[in-house]
């Protein structure tokens, strides 16, 4: 059950309340993608009711909002997120101690922690900041994968991991923005999954 907050409203709340309910009851994964978090009042309120009501598998944003969620400083204008956060490392780790899921600041580089240990991705292109929906995408990834891995944090991983695989490979063919937004969708659905062996180069353990 992916729970996007893109586009809220106290009807979708009810909506959301009553779908993350269902999956409690079936123990179906959740992923929590708190979109433009600390934008506006009614968002930071929404994320912050369903964060204390609801436990999610995985909590993943920008590095703004994940920053925000941890007490942090951070810039969100609309859905995106603007600054430089040279804490995120604690800001991740803290998230997920908070919430007890998997975290995952995108940026440059995304970075994730279930608590203890904080791994990056690298990789990717400069276009997915410069499309709508790029991390949408990923949310969708994640959660998809996380269902077919052997665990949670191995989908979370290796659908960052295929992302970033997916846009170098955009970039290649593309002219700007535009033409890299098909060709990523593309990509994504020519990569076939014995290639992600090839990419463990692109995962690393950090520390702050």
């Not at 859905?79 to 998230?95: K, M, N, P, Q, W």
């Amino acid at each position: 059950m992916l729970i996007n907050t893109g586009a809220p409203s106290e009807d979708r709340e009810l909506l959301i309340r009553n779908a993350l309910t269902a999956a409690e009851v079936k123990r179906s994964a959740t992923l929590l993608d708190p979109v433009g978090y600390g934008a506006a009042s009614f968002r930071r309120q929404l994320v912050d009711a369903l964060l204390r009501d609801f436990r999610f598998a995985v909590v993943k944003g920008n590095r703004g909002e994940i920053s925000l969620l941890a007490g942090e400083k951070g810039d969100v204008k609309g859905v995106d997120s603007e600054g430089s956060y040279a804490s995120i490392v604690r800001s991740v780790r803290t998230v997920a101690v908070k919430t007890r899921s998997l975290v995952c600041a995108t940026g440059e580089t995304d970075v994730l922690s279930g608590g203890d240990a904080v791994l990056s991705v690298r990789g990717g292109s400069a276009l997915l900041g410069r499309i709508t929906g790029g991390g949408c995408v990923l949310g969708a990834l994640m959660l998809t994968l996380s269902t077919a891995a052997s665990s949670i944090s191995a989908g979370v991983v290796c659908a960052s991991v295929l992302l970033r695989l997916a846009a170098e490979r955009a970039e290649k063919i593309s002219n700007g923005p535009g033409t890299f937004q098909a060709h990523l969708l593309d990509a994504l659905h020519k990569t076939h999954p014995e290639e992600l062996l090839n990419e463990a180069w692109r995962v690393e353990e950090v520390t702050e």
